[in-house]
């Protein structure tokens, strides 16, 4: 299994929010009922800065090569590691100059 690239720096603005996996809904009669359909899992939603145009590559690289393959992702707040898979594509922005921004969104297996 691949990891995420570790050479990018992850902004401080990055979050992880936790999905619950409870799935409720009403019934005819309006009884509120629930379904646990997994355990507790997070969502990344990855924010790196200043990206130069060889860490875009190896972010465009890393994704073309496992868009649909689980990978391990190194969460800097707490030091774990988590599998993973894209939620999405790079969202890709430009600062001054050359240097880039990318937005990741990851969902744990």
């Given at each position: 299994?691949?990891?995420?690239?570790?050479?990018?720096?992850?902004?401080?603005?990055?979050?992880?929010?936790?999905?619950?996996?409870?799935?409720?809904?009403?019934?005819?009669?309006?009884?509120?009922?629930?379904?646990?359909?997994?355990?507790?899992?997070?969502?990344?939603?990855?924010?790196?800065?200043?990206?130069?145009?060889?860490?875009?590559?190896?972010?465009?690289?890393?994704?073309?090569?496992?868009?649909?393959?689980?990978?391990?992702?190194?969460?800097?707040?707490?030091?774990?590691t988590?599998?993973?898979?894209?939620?999405?594509?790079?969202?890709?922005?430009?600062?001054?100059?050359?240097a880039?921004?990318?937005?990741?969104?990851?969902?744990?297996?």
């Open positions: 299994m691949a990891d995420y690239p570790s050479t990018l720096k992850i902004s401080k603005r990055s979050t992880a929010e936790p999905t619950s996996g409870i799935i409720t809904d009403r019934g005819t009669d309006g009884t509120l009922r629930g379904r646990v359909l997994h355990s507790d899992k997070l969502n990344f939603n990855v924010i790196h800065f200043h990206l130069s145009s060889s860490e875009v590559t190896t972010l465009k690289t890393f994704y073309t090569t496992n868009k649909a393959l689980s990978f391990n992702f190194t969460w800097p707040v707490d030091g774990e988590y599998t993973c898979i894209f939620l999405d594509k790079p969202q890709w922005g430009v600062l001054a100059g050359t880039r921004t990318a937005v990741v969104k990851l969902g744990e297996v």
